[in-house]
């Protein structure tokens, strides 16, 4: 793979946030140089003949969890196994989480984070920092990270005991960050009254998977995007809201944002596609949807999709946070069986790094939802200009990283978990028809996925160091 080949994606529609046409890309020293129609080189170049092809910019995920240890539990996908996933679903950057801690700072977080990356990540990525402890130093640490180290973005979970962060830490982050370019990202939900609301349930001996659904109510959600979102005007800081699941929190962004409090949010294919009608049954299968914020109603469904489409959200991740259903599937310990007698101990998180782009393709853009143009700016464009990475990432402009998905919006395929690049041994989506394909992917100009075949290679991905958030 030599970076200064020269590489000619021929008769490709291209498609961008804002535009659509047939054109040639022309790619050098893995950057997009030109853009023009009957670009010739000599025969000896690659050349790719994409007619009748999409061209999108690469799937940029800004919410992923690869080798996360959370409690005794690690996410089944490492660098090398989820990456190559990702690439496989059209997404070339991911925004993973490093965890910084009372033992680890913030520095040390970030160096382990790239060492368990550098050398096995496929495809480019970089990391928010979760900041689980704020005393004075973490804080001056914060400065120092934005400034010297390119993270600029950092999540803070309002949820779990183990990491929870108090409000007065989140506003004393808060005005650090806003001060500096920075961002904070938010798990809204209430906490301790979930964890309450748990503990009276397995009391209870209500202990089967479904029971995560019904202890974690929407208006718990809800609560705690209103209460960050004080925060944030309060401190004239912006926040970008994780995983909004629920018509009830969604609301609260809605009328925040109308009132021009800086305020972005996310949500997930998931919460597009399920609802809390899996958790009625007993069987422990139900474990695979074990997430947090948990499925919400079937009639949300419809108003996320919709607030997608008039821009109340901005962004579609993946969250991605994969355990296994068997215990010791392809070695891996400590995972969803973990919970076989008591959902509180069933690790939280499901699958998605894979599917991103075809699910919300089939469900959102040949549904007649989406256009292709808002389908690129939620699943490439806008995640790359909130999280400092645009126009680096995120489009197909000339000067950009050559990060390009060939996308046959014609072909069938089905989905499921045998033939599928991921480690976790189930898909939420197993058996799901989709129109539409992604046949070759582009990293930086290199050709890294090919058809069916992964063709990259697991130290050509690179820690992005990112700039000023927000440029939206
Ligand atoms: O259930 C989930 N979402 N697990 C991953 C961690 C998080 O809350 O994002
Ligand atoms: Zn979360
Ligand atoms: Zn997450």
Same mark, same amino acid.
């Given at each position: 793979?030599?970076?200064?080949?020269?590489?000619?994606?021929?008769?490709?529609?291209?498609?961008?946030?804002?535009?659509?046409?047939?054109?040639?890309?022309?790619?050098?020293?893995?950057?997009?140089?030109?853009?023009?129609?009957?670009?010739?080189?000599?025969?000896?170049?690659?050349?790719?003949?994409?007619?009748?092809?999409?061209?999108?910019?690469?799937?940029?995920?800004?919410?992923?969890?690869?080798?996360?240890?959370?409690?005794?539990?690690?996410?089944?996908?490492?660098?090398?196994?989820?990456?190559?996933?990702?690439?496989?679903?059209?997404?070339?950057?991911?925004?993973?989480?490093?965890?910084?801690?009372?033992?680890?700072?913030?520095?040390?977080?970030?160096?382990?984070?790239?060492?368990?990356?550098?050398?096995?990540?496929?495809?480019?990525?970089?990391?928010?920092?979760?900041?689980?402890?704020?005393?004075?130093?973490?804080?001056?640490?914060?400065?120092?990270?934005?400034?010297?180290?390119?993270?600029?973005?950092?999540?803070?979970?309002?949820?779990?005991?183990?990491?929870?962060?108090?409000?007065?830490?989140?506003?004393?982050?808060?005005?650090?960050?806003?001060?500096?370019?920075?961002?904070?990202?938010?798990?809204?939900?209430?906490?301790?009254?979930?964890?309450?609301?748990?503990?009276?349930?397995?009391?209870?001996?209500?202990?089967?998977?479904?029971?995560?659904?019904?202890?974690?109510?929407?208006?718990?959600?809800?609560?705690?995007?209103?209460?960050?979102?004080?925060?944030?005007?309060?401190?004239?800081?912006?926040?970008?809201?994780?995983?909004?699941?629920?018509?009830?929190?969604?609301?609260?962004?809605?009328?925040?944002?109308?009132?021009?409090? *800086?305020?972005?949010? /996310?949500?997930?294919?998931?919460? @597009?596609?399920? =609802? #809390?009608?899996?958790?009625? !049954?007993? $069987?422990?299968?139900?474990?695979?949807?074990?997430?947090?914020?948990?499925?919400?109603? *079937?009639?949300?469904? /419809?108003?996320?999709?919709?607030? @997608?489409?008039? =821009? #109340?959200?901005?962004?579609? !991740?993946? $969250?991605?946070?994969?355990?296994?259903?068997?215990?010791?599937?392809?070695?891996?310990?400590?995972?969803?069986?973990?919970?076989?007698?008591?959902?509180?101990?069933?690790?939280?998180?499901?699958?998605?790094?894979?599917?991103?782009?075809?699910?919300?393709?089939?469900?959102?853009?040949?549904?007649?939802?989406?256009?292709?143009?808002?389908?690129?700016?939620?699943?490439?464009?806008?995640?790359?200009?909130?999280?400092?990475?645009?126009?680096?990432?995120?489009?197909?402009?000339?000067?950009?990283?050559?990060?390009?998905?060939?996308?046959?919006?014609?072909?069938?395929?089905?989905?499921?978990?045998?033939?599928?690049?991921?480690?976790?041994?189930?898909?939420?989506?197993?058996?799901?028809?989709?129109?539409?394909?992604?046949?070759?992917?582009?990293?930086?100009?290199?050709?890294?996925?090919?058809?069916?075949?992964?063709?990259?290679?697991?130290?050509?991905?690179?820690?992005?160091?990112?700039?000023?958030?927000?440029?939206?």
């Amino acid at each position: 793979m030599s970076n200064s080949s020269i590489t000619l994606i021929k008769n490709s529609r291209i498609i961008t946030d804002k535009s659509d046409f047939v054109s040639d890309i022309l790619i050098q020293n893995e950057k997009i140089i030109s853009i023009e129609k009957g670009i010739n080189v000599e025969e000896n170049f690659n050349v790719h003949n994409a007619e009748g092809l999409l061209a999108l910019p690469g799937g940029v995920d800004c919410h992923t969890h690869l080798e996360n240890k959370f409690g005794q539990s690690i996410t089944c996908d490492t660098f090398d196994t989820g990456t190559r996933a990702a690439a496989f679903g059209g997404t070339t950057t991911i925004i993973d989480f490093a965890f910084q801690n009372k033992s680890r700072s913030a520095q040390q977080a970030i160096e382990y984070s790239i060492g368990l990356a550098e050398n096995k990540a496929g495809i480019d990525y970089s990391f928010h920092l979760v900041l689980s402890h704020i005393d004075q130093q973490s804080l001056i640490d914060l400065k120092n990270v934005i400034n010297n180290l390119g993270i600029s973005s950092f999540k803070m979970f309002m949820a779990y005991p183990a990491i929870m962060a108090n409000d007065a830490a989140i506003y004393q982050s808060l005005k650090v960050t806003g001060e500096n370019g920075g961002l904070i990202c938010i798990h809204a939900e209430n906490g301790p009254v979930i964890d309450q609301i748990v503990k009276e349930n397995i009391k209870k001996g209500l202990t089967s998977p479904g029971h995560h659904g019904f202890s974690r109510p929407a208006i718990m959600e809800a609560e705690a995007t209103n209460r960050v979102i004080k925060l944030s005007e309060l401190t004239n800081a912006p926040i970008y809201i994780v995983h909004v699941s629920c018509k009830e929190s969604l609301y609260e962004v809605i009328a925040a944002r109308k009132k021009k409090i *800086k305020v972005y949010a /996310e949500t997930c294919p998931h919460y @597009l596609f399920f =609802d #809390d009608s899996v958790y009625k !049954s007993d $069987d422990f299968d139900v474990a695979k949807y074990v997430i947090s914020p948990p499925l919400r109603k *079937k009639e949300d469904q /419809e108003i996320l999709w919709q607030a @997608l489409v008039k =821009d #109340d959200l901005q962004v579609i !991740s993946t $969250d991605h946070c994969p355990y296994t259903m068997k215990e010791g599937h392809l070695g891996k310990t400590n995972q969803k069986p973990l919970g076989l007698n008591d959902f509180s101990k069933i690790p939280n998180g499901a699958p998605g790094i894979e599917t991103r782009l075809p699910v919300i393709f089939e469900g959102g853009v040949n549904k007649g939802i989406l256009s292709l143009n808002r389908f690129v700016e939620l699943v490439s464009t806008t995640p790359a200009k909130i999280f400092g990475l645009f126009p680096q990432k995120g489009t197909i402009a000339v000067g950009s990283d050559a990060d390009i998905v060939l996308f046959d919006p014609k072909e069938k395929n089905t989905i499921s978990a045998s033939n599928h690049q991921s480690n976790v041994d189930y898909s939420l989506y197993e058996g799901m028809e989709i129109n539409g394909k992604v046949k070759k992917v582009f990293l930086r100009g290199s050709l890294i996925v090919d058809k069916d075949q992964w063709v990259g290679s697991y130290n050509y991905g690179k820690f992005l160091k990112r700039g000023e958030t927000c440029k939206v």
